[in-house]
């Protein structure tokens, strides 16, 4: 499995950002996708998530209202819309992959459910 993700970039509080995961290697009909982050020495934190058969997410209160998680089944592609974004935001966003979805809400919030990580994108967001 490959996941690659692209988007990141610097942009002013109050912007608009879509980051990209492509992804291989794979059948993902059972899997659950997902967007962390972390910053600068801090714990690496989940951000959004997808069940690729369904199309149901889950966000983390903090995006909640402001990013979207979506995904494209024929592109293999995971996408990550943020919108009015905020200074603490900035963060490097990496994309995640679990092959086997997992029920639990918390579970699917944990980093270490997911066997399958993407390089990362860095997002700065200034004021």
């Known amino acids: 499995v490959q996941l690659q993700a692209s988007g990141g970039g610097s942009v002013q509080a109050g912007d608009s950002l879509r980051l990209s995961c492509a992804a291989s290697?794979?059948?993902?009909?059972?899997?659950?996708m997902a967007w962390f982050r972390q910053a600068p020495g801090k714990e690496r934190q989940f951000v959004a998530g997808?069940?690729?058969?369904?199309?149901?997410?889950l966000y983390a209160d903090s995006v909640k209202g402001r990013f979207t998680i979506s995904r494209d089944r024929v592109k293999k592609t995971v996408f990550l819309q943020m919108n009015s974004v905020k200074v603490e935001d900035t963060a490097v966003y990496l994309c995640?992959?679990?092959?086997?979805?997992?029920?639990?809400?918390?579970?699917?919030?944990?980093?270490?459910?997911?066997?399958?990580w993407g390089q990362g994108t860095l997002v700065t967001v200034s004021s």
């Open positions: 995640a992959a679990d092959l086997i979805y997992n029920v639990d809400a918390q579970t699917r919030m944990r980093p270490d459910t997911y066997d399958y």
């Open positions: 997808i069940r690729w058969g369904t199309g149901s997410t």
């Open positions: 290697g794979s059948s993902f009909n059972s899997a659950a």
